[in-house]
């Protein structure tokens, strides 16, 4: 199983910007596909944005147009790049590797807050 470490969370004004990375072990980090998860209290943990091994990405309505997802695959890490923030995407976003069914990894989520 992969290992991730997110980092890049924290507290931003509404309209500011933050980048968040995770950072994977393991020398097979280019095949899996890398998704950032979001969990606000009392809600449901929902996709945000994914990345294939192929590069292909897709994004929550909600973020499309502010969030942009990539991987260097040979510094073995996935970026979120979070533009024109606002209160709602306050949340604990959470790291994704995954594989198959049985290979797949979680990390251990990094704060978010929009606040002003």
């Known amino acids: 199983q992969v290992q991730l470490v997110e980092s890049g969370g924290g507290l931003v004004q509404p309209g500011g910007s933050l980048r968040l990375s995770c950072a994977a072990s393991g020398s097979i980090f280019s095949f899996y596909t890398m998704g950032w998860y979001r969990q606000a209290p009392g809600q449901q943990r929902e996709l945000v944005a994914r990345?294939?091994?192929?590069?292909?990405?897709n994004y929550a309505d909600s973020v499309k147009g502010r969030f942009t997802i990539s991987r260097d695959n040979a510094k073995n890490t996935v970026y979120l790049q979070m533009n024109s923030l606002k209160p709602e995407d306050t949340a604990v976003y959470y790291c994704?590797?995954?594989?198959?069914?049985?290979?797949?990894?979680w990390g251990q989520g990094t704060q978010v807050t929009v606040s002003s």
């Open positions: 994704n590797a995954h594989l198959t069914v049985d290979f797949n990894s």
């Open positions: 990345i294939t091994s192929s590069g292909s990405t």
